[in-house]
């Protein structure tokens, strides 16, 4: 009897330097025993310093991508990242509603580079809360999507703050919210998860490092890998955590470029 690969596709960006977007996303699924599967949605220029071009996929390519893989392959996760504009986020939402599969769906909320750089007009925002929120197992923004995608003034500090931005979130209709503490002050990392109508704390100590380049596209990717392969939410995101912890511990080991290298996605196979 044969074998059958535990499928993730995802829906993202292509980064050219290899660090982040689509080539972060199927190295992170091989890493962790999955078969990646991708549709691009834009083409960028860039490198460990930063964004210099976009070129965005038109919708009959997404389209097109999408039917060829899912009228062929049975997906088990979808991992959606950079989306670039609103009728890219209309035309994914769609294709979605179209599988029969059932897939888990991870949301990573890109709406900017580390370096700044916009990926998401402010006026696609509503509808990407709109269309796509509501098909989504998990969405994982930081603490400035928390503040762009909740209307607050500044991003959520305190855990009482960061609590109620993930309770705003799961009203869009969403299934839970990791909200990823990163951002914050101190020598801790603490992400907060809304799940099954309750808060779950992950606390780790940062990893300081300046290779961190692609870091919330990992997580999110693990995170669906981990689902593709049988496990509830807060367990993937428990063992997205260390993997993503040990990946850029590993990363720091390296010089990549003149800017904000990536992780060691495979630190478990090289020597």
């Not at 309770?167 to 002050?185: N, P």
């Amino acid at each position: 009897m044969k074998k059958s690969y535990t499928t993730v596709l995802t829906i993202a960006g292509s980064d050219s330097s290899g660090g982040a977007g689509i080539q972060a996303d199927i190295k992170t699924f091989a890493a962790l025993e999955c078969f990646g599967l991708s549709v691009i949605t834009a083409i960028t220029a860039q490198n460990s310093t930063g964004v210099n071009a976009i070129y965005p996929v038109g919708e009959k390519c997404i389209r097109d991508q999408f039917w060829s893989i899912s009228g062929d392959i049975s997906i088990d996760a979808v991992k959606i990242g950079m989306l670039g504009s609103a009728a890219a986020i209309k035309t994914v939402s769609a294709l979605l509603r179209e599988l029969k599969d059932n897939p888990h769906v991870i949301l990573d909320t890109v709406l900017a580079s580390t370096g700044g750089t916009a990926l998401l007009p402010a006026d696609a925002i509503p509808i990407l809360k709109e269309d796509l929120f509501p098909l989504a197992s998990l969405i994982t923004p930081n603490l400035p999507e928390c503040a762009l995608l909740t209307g607050m003034k500044y991003a959520p500090v305190t855990p009482e703050a960061i609590e109620e931005c993930a309770s705003k979130l799961l009203e869009t209709g969403t299934a839970s919210v990791l909200v990823k503490g990163g951002h914050g002050e101190g020598e801790e990392c603490r992400d907060c998860l809304l799940y099954d109508n309750r808060f779950i704390w992950f606390t780790s100590k940062k990893i300081m490092t300046g290779n961190t380049h692609g870091t919330g596209c990992t997580l999110s990717s693990a995170i669906a890998a981990f689902m593709a392969r049988g496990e509830t939410t807060d367990r993937a995101v428990e063992k997205a955590k260390v993997y993503i912890d040990e990946a850029l511990q590993a990363g720091d080991a390296y010089i990549f470029g003149h800017g904000h290298g990536p992780l060691h996605h495979f630190y478990r196979f090289w020597q």
